[in-house]
């Protein structure tokens, strides 16, 4: 099985004809057929995650594809604006929201927010108030269950993301007029693959959070139920169905009562329209094992090493040689450096090029390009046959001081 179409091996083939080092390439026709079957429906009302990848390029088609916008920080913010998008079309979420930072996103017009804790709540509306203006802001919930419950969240692991329901129940909103309490975020759980895992989960959150807006004296009108919908990393995980978790969220919607249902979608909405192109440098074998080192590694594509997951591999050219289990190491010299096992054809050698699948998400950006001073990666899109280069490979002189 291949994560590429033969449309998407051409371009690929042609882009590697013309490169020496390793390089990202999207394919927007594919990205906007796929954003395009997510919007169409009136369930739920889709932000894009701006960090799973802040390319203008994938923006735009965001826009184009009716997704509005959440980011965290002013870099962020300012990269989609300068896209052309409005900033009533922005939503603010994340744990450090600086005073200098609510400032500036007030400056620029974005006047809704996820408060993630007591201070965020008295700067919004202090800042609100200077300026003359209401804010709508949602309160992010981090839910815990009784050890002697089963708890569907998994783990109980303390993060920093928004508060724990007692500790947002000492929260007197009145206190904060120029703050419009709209409703609450909650989003803890990623890379979901079952869709009726999700709906237990988001079901199992209802009577909490409906408890909490009851008890802080404000109406439930918007749930955002964040991110989170996953996709697969190998030929055997399996696809979340659309149609299955509009279903979900429907009946969600209903039992909640609330007028708008949210989410912010990253991965999802992005990750399987990206490749990651690698030049082969050589293969060897080490203590019986079959060791293959290519041009790009954790400083191109980090997410392996964090996660502990590879993103799929495969090679370029078409081999009749049979198939043998290949470790993939990148250049950096570490041990931290390492891409994934892959069976790849016995006969792969320097002239190859390995290609990395569902790359569209948390690639680029998400990587440590500064350590050991190779190049930076090349962006490449691709769309109605016209592939554009958006950014030039470039070597470490740049940014070596
Ligand atoms: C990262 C993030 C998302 C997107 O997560 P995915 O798992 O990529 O869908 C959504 N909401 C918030 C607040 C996030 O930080």
């Not at 079952?194 to 709906?199: C, R, T």
Request: charged content about 20%; aromatic content about 10%.
């Amino acid at each position: 099985m291949s994560f590429l179409s033969t449309q998407q091996r051409q371009v690929l083939a042609e882009l590697c004809q013309q490169n020496d080092t390793p390089f990202y390439v999207y394919d927007l026709d594919k990205l906007e057929a796929h954003l395009t079957t997510l919007t169409s429906q009136n369930v739920v009302k889709l932000w894009y995650a701006v960090k799973a990848n802040p390319l203008s390029e994938i923006i735009k088609t965001l826009d184009k594809c009716g997704f509005d916008f959440d980011v965290a920080s002013s870099g962020e913010l300012n990269q989609v604006l300068g896209q052309g998008i409005d900033a009533k079309r922005v939503l603010n979420t994340g744990p450090a929201k600086s005073k200098k930072q609510i400032q500036h996103f007030l400056s620029k017009g974005v006047r809704t927010f996820v408060a993630e804790s007591h201070n965020q709540v008295a700067w919004l509306n202090q800042a609100a108030s200077e300026h003359n203006i209401t804010l709508q802001i949602l309160l992010r919930v981090q839910l815990r269950w009784p050890d002697s419950e089963k708890n569907p969240l998994g783990g109980d692991s303390l993060t920093p993301f928004g508060l724990g329901i007692e500790d947002w129940a000492t929260l007197n909103i009145t206190d904060f007029p120029a703050l419009d309490f709209a409703g609450l975020h909650i989003f803890q759980w990623g890379n979901m693959l079952s869709s009726d895992k999700l709906a237990e989960l988001w079901r199992a959150m209802i009577a909490p959070l409906q408890n909490l807006s009851a008890q802080l004296g404000f109406k439930l009108r918007i749930l955002d139920l964040g991110g989170g919908l996953g996709i697969p990393y190998t030929a055997n995980d399996q696809h979340l169905v659309w149609p299955q978790l509009l279903d979900a969220l429907d009946n969600i919607k209903q039992s909640v009562g609330c007028e708008e249902l949210w989410m912010e979608l990253g991965r999802y909405a992005v990750g399987e329209i990206g490749f990651y192109a690698n030049p082969v440098i050589e293969q060897k074998q080490n203590y019986g094992a079959n060791q293959l080192i290519v041009a790009g590694g954790i400083n191109h594509i980090l997410r392996p090493a964090v996660t502990n997951q590879a993103f799929p591999a495969e090679l370029l050219r078409q081999s009749s040689e049979a198939t043998k289990s290949f470790l993939v190491h990148g250049p950096l010299c570490t041990a931290l450096d390492s891409l994934g096992e892959f069976s790849l054809a016995s006969d792969i050698n320097e002239t190859d090029w390995l290609i990395f699948a569902q790359c569209g998400a948390y690639g680029f950006t998400e990587s440590m390009p500064y350590f050991l001073c190779h190049e930076l990666p090349a962006e490449y899109t691709f769309k109605q046959g016209q592939i554009s280069c958006v950014r030039q490979p470039e070597t470490a002189d740049y940014y070596l001081r």
